[in-house]
């Protein structure tokens, strides 16, 4: 695979981070009543947790992908009760989500079984198309065969596959980070207009629909298990440049949700039509602004480099956990916001923020209450909400809790009809 440095563009980035701002680029029952995943009120549909696929399996084109049946270890969606608080649900997200030879994908996903964390993997076309074939891809405004961050030789392909095909059969979702990570006011991404972003959003499909004739020495590999026509629904942009134009493209193609912007702890809503999921600021213990919630931010705050002083890497690594923990316990104690966390497998400082993410799903996705989900599954559970619902959790500000208790503040949400 691209060597790690190459892996993200980071010159590029136009944003002041140190305010703040845009970085580049479970399974079994429920904990508690406020996560239960019985058949809510209004009738939605369950998915059955844990199901296995059908037995069934029918290929896709030349044979990249193919229908296998249902995604095995969704959780079953449930609308909330009258005076039910809500469940504390975290994302976990990567970005150009690849295996390489730090092995950090094959990592991440057990430690998502470990902690019963199911995660987003935003994959980047170009992993999974060879040099040879640069030239099939035809970025919007540079030459056809330009990628900022490279492409991919058949080893890294082939690895990454078997990643993909894996974390899609534990239950994750596989969104697209799309593909050549072009970010600034040259040409990159947030000066794409909407046709120009779904020609980029068709050829980050296309690549991962057709490794096999893309790279024929893999003509032996398995298929990924899923049709990505109707798997693909969310994204993040490189950089969290060109989401307007992005989303107006996205929603005709099927997308249901973007995470390319920057958002406080708040309950979500729809933007542009579909389900606007972005990262949030965060808290920077010891200092006197928030960040985005992704380790790039953090980095750029606390060194500017991928390789700062090695005698503060611990800290910085501390740093970055305790602020994703205190993030955490001011939604978990007061709105329940979903918490957005973003990242990238990459060892920058030594690994620090490898270490800080790990330790964070180790001590959120193990609390009573809360439910670490992938992008697709925290959409299909707002898509099963009332509205009004939705909008009262949405009067509420970062931090803040009922004064009078969750049972009074929803006690008059609808569903009151038990499910039949």
Known sequence: MMAAAKRIALGVMTVALVAGAAGCSGAGADRDASSGVAKGAAGVKEKAEGAAP?????????????????????????????????????????????????????????????????????????YLLPEAKRALYDPPKHNAGSSDIGFNDTKGIRDTLAQVRGAWLDGNEIGTHFNGHFCGNDGGVGTWSVEEWKSE????????????????????????????????????????????????????????????????????????????????????????FETLSMDYNFMFNQSGTTQGDPDQHEYWGNQMRDGLIQAFDRSYGGNRAPLIIGNHFESWNGGTYMRAVEETIRTVCTKEGVRCVSFRQLADWLDAQDPATLAKLGTLKVGQAPTAGWSTFLAGAPGKRAAR
């Open 54 to 126: 059908k037995s069934v399996f029918r290929a896709i084109g030349d044979g990249s992908t193919a229908f296998t049946g249902i995604q095995p270890k969704q959780p079953a969606v449930k609308r909330l009760m009258p005076g039910q608080k809500p469940p504390q649900f975290v994302v976990f997200s990567w970005d150009g989500a690849g295996e390489d030879s730090q092995r950090l994908f094959s990592h991440f996903r057990e430690v998502g079984k470990k902690y019963d964390a199911t995660m987003t993997y935003f994959l980047s076309g170009v």
């Open 201 to 288: 959003i068709s050829q980050a499909k296309s690549f991962v629909k057709s490794w096999r004739t893309n790279d024929p020495s893999l003509k032996n590999e398995k298929a990924l298990p899923f049709d990505y026509d109707k798997e693909l629904v969310g994204g993040r942009t490189p950089c969290l440049e060109g989401q307007k134009n992005m989303v107006a493209a996205a929603r005709d193609m099927g997308f249901r949700y973007d995470s390319s912007g920057v958002n406080d702890q708040v309950w979500p809503k729809k933007k542009g039509g579909i389900w606007d999921l972005s990262m949030q600021l965060v808290p920077v213990p010891g200092r006197a």
